[in-house]
T-cell receptor
C-alpha cells in the first residue's frame, strides 16, 4: 500500500540556519503531496501542497518540490526562526473518493536563538 | 470561509466512564469528515471517516464509535473508556472528492483517562 517516510527527529537548529526535512513516498498512482505543521497543543495546519510532478509548493518561506523520479517531497527553508519550532508532517493523498491522507510519523523541529 | 470547531478542548475522565466528543464544520456542505488520535509523542492514527450523513467507516477496531447525525456534525463516542484511550483527538474535514484532497483540522481535544 501507499506509504510516507520522513526523517527521524528531533532536529535542532540555530536561528537563521538552513532547514531540510526529508520525505519520500511510495504510491501506485499519482498522489497529491502535502506538508502540515503542528505547533504545541494545537491541531495541524496545512503548510503547502503540490498536486503533480515538478510542482513547487511554497508558503511562509517554506518550499517543497514534487519529484516523481525520486518519489520525494523534501521541505526546505532558507533561514529558520524560533517561531518555526513545531512538528512537521508529510502526507499524501491517493485521490480516492473518501479523501484519506497517509501521514508520515512527523519530525520535531526545535530552533534555538 | 470555512471553520471547524471541536469541544471540549480538554477532558479528564475516569476509566469506565462514557465519552462524547463533538466536531462541527461551518461554511461548507457535504464535507468528508475524519477523526484521528495522536498519542503522546507519536504520529496520527485515523480512527473513522465519513463521506455523508450516517455513513461511517472504521479504520481501527476499538471501543470507540462515531456518528454523523447531521451533514456538518461528527461525534466520537465510547461507552466505557480505557486508559489506552488517552490522547489528543483531532477532527478534520475535506471537500467531497474535489480536485485537491487537503484536510483541514480542528484545534483538538486533549483526553486524559485516569
Amino acid at each position: 500500500g501507499d506509504s510516507v517516510t520522513q526523517m527521524e527527529g528531533p532536529v535542532t537548529l540555530s536561528e537563521e540556519a538552513f532547514l531540510t526535512i526529508n520525505c519520500t513516498y511510495t504510491a501506485t498512482g499519482y498522489p497529491s503531496l502535502f506538508w502540515y505543521v503542528q505547533y504545541p497543543g494545537e491541531g495541524l495546519q496545512l503548510l503547502l501542497k503540490a498536486t503533480k510532478a515538478d510542482d513547487k509548493g511554497s508558503n511562509k518561506g517554506f518550499e517543497a518540490t514534487y519529484r516523481k523520479e525520486t518519489t520525494s517531497f523534501h521541505l526546505e527553508k532558507g533561514s529558520v526562526q524560533v517561531s518555526d519550532s513545531a512538528v512537521y508532517f508529510c502526507a499524501l493523498s491517493d485521490g480516492g473518493s473518501q479523501g484519506n491522507l497517509i501521514f508520515g510519523k512527523g519530525t520535531k523541529l526545535s530552533v534555538k536563538p | 470561509s470555512q471553520t471547524i470547531h471541536q469541544w471540549p478542548a480538554t477532558l479528564v475522565q475516569p476509566v469506565g466512564s462514557p465519552l462524547s466528543l463533538e466536531c462541527t464544520v461551518e461554511g461548507t456542505s457535504n464535507p468528508n469528515l475524519y477523526w484521528y488520535r495522536q498519542a503522546a509523542g507519536r504520529g496520527l492514527q485515523l480512527l473513522f471517516y465519513s463521506v455523508g450523513i450516517g455513513q461511517i467507516s472504521s479504520e481501527v477496531p476499538q471501543n470507540l464509535s462515531a456518528s454523523r447525525p447531521q451533514d456538518r456534525q461528527f461525534i466520537l463516542s465510547s461507552k466505557k473508556l480505557l486508559l489506552s484511550d488517552s490522547g489528543f483527538y483531532l477532527c478534520a474535514w475535506s471537500g467531497p472528492s474535489g480536485l485537491s484532497y487537503e484536510q483541514y483540522f480542528g484545534p483538538g481535544t486533549r483526553l486524559t483517562v485516569t
